[in-house]
């Protein structure tokens, strides 16, 4: 519980300090539903959950639309690098996780 009010604790300080635009189409709140995104997954660093460098706002996938959050989350790389934030959230993820940056260069190649 401690953790998971830390987390809002960090999403409440984003609120107040950062635009409520997406970082990956530049739309803004009420144009498209805005949610918190991890650049590296709570799954796959759970240290990193309450790292505010480590959270974005992403919109969401609604009707027709398909949100940068989910292109993040599962989009294939060529679908990632249409994002605007992709160079900064790879340049952040290669700043804390070397061997994760690293597989995911390697995917580029491979795809």
């Given at each position: 519980m401690k953790n998971?009010?830390?987390?809002?604790?960090?999403?409440a300080m984003i609120a107040e300090t950062r635009e409520h635009k997406c970082?990956?189409?530049n739309r803004y709140s009420g144009q498209v539903?805005?949610?918190?995104?991890?650049?590296?997954?709570?799954?796959?660093r759970p240290?990193?959950?309450c790292d505010i460098e480590n959270i974005t706002y992403h919109c969401l996938s609604i009707g027709e639309h398909k949100?940068?959050?989910?292109?993040w989350e599962h989009g294939t790389v060529d679908?990632?690098?249409t994002l605007f934030d992709y160079e900064k959230?790879?340049?952040y993820i290669r700043r804390v996780d070397e061997g994760l940056?690293?597989?995911?260069?390697?995917k580029e190649i491979e795809e």
């Open positions: 998971k009010s830390k987390l809002y604790s960090v999403y970082t990956g189409c539903q805005l949610s918190h995104s991890h650049i590296i997954s709570r799954a796959k240290d990193l959950t949100g940068c959050h989910d292109i679908e990632k690098k959230n790879m340049s940056y690293n597989k995911l260069r390697l």
